[in-house]
């Protein structure tokens, strides 16, 4: 079955420490995303990628990274810097066409991180 | 800012009520896409449909029907005969180009038994 798989899908983090978050997906997508979700908000784009070693920030990329060395594989890295970074984050991917104004995004199962 | 709102926050319906949930978009492109995702509590959005700007049909599927009016800058999704799985946050959403997917706020659904 094809389709985007994260890990894990409960995270818990101690102060100061980097975690990373997994995200792959077997659509032979070229185009994939991470999103930040806060309780009773709208999705807030964090980093994508349209293409396998290139990657663009989104409007809230302080305190995170990404890389994508393989077309299926996407993680993010939480970081120390980021100031509050108890939320839900959601991968996603699209086919990537063109300025992908007609994409579709799909999303995986998500991975809810918690500060402790 | 090119904004999507969702107005409703929350709605709470009995089964087999229908039910509408209002999308409006501001937007100064002539071409565009607009979606709708249904959010489960298992926390995937699950993609519902997509529209292109130069078509304004009205669609149904199944119990969904959308109706995308461009004079007005809506995109609304109505549920008919609504049912206690159908209880989910839906988003509606467009996309900009440049990889840019502008999210509402969402519009949470209680349907009760």
């Known amino acids: 079955d094809g389709g985007i798989t994260q890990s894990p899908k409960y995270l818990f983090r101690k102060e100061g420490q980097n975690v990373t978050l997994s995200c792959e997906q077997n659509l032979n997508h070229d185009a994939m995303y991470w999103y930040r979700q806060d309780p009773g908000q709208g999705l807030r784009l964090i980093y994508y990628s349209q293409i396998v070693n290139d990657f663009q920030k989104g409007d809230i990329a302080e305190g995170y990274s990404v890389s994508r060395e393989k077309k299926e594989s996407f993680p993010l890295t939480v970081t120390s810097a980021q100031k509050n970074p108890t939320a839900f984050y959601l991968c996603?991917?699209?086919?990537?066409?063109?300025?992908?104004?007609?994409?579709?995004?799909?999303f995986g199962p998500g991975t809810r991180l918690t500060v402790l | 800012a090119q904004k999507v709102t969702q107005a409703q926050t929350e709605i709470s319906v009995v089964e087999k009520e229908d039910v509408t949930l209002d999308c409006v978009y501001e937007?100064?492109?002539?071409?565009?896409?607009l979606f709708w995702y249904k959010q489960p509590p298992s926390g995937e959005l699950v993609f519902l449909i997509r529209?292109?700007?130069?078509?304004?049909q009205n669609e149904i599927s199944g119990r969904y029907s959308w109706n995308f009016q461009k004079s007005t800058s809506s995109f609304n999704f109505t549920i008919t005969a609504s049912q206690v799985v159908d209880s989910a946050v839906y988003f509606c959403a467009r996309n900009t180009g440049g990889f840019k997917t502008i999210f509402g706020a969402g519009t949470r659904l209680f349907v009760k038994a």
């Open positions: 996603a991917s699209s086919i990537g066409t063109g300025t992908s104004i007609s994409d579709t995004q799909y």
């Open positions: 529209r292109n700007s130069f078509d304004e």
């Open positions: 937007t100064r492109d002539t071409t565009y896409y």
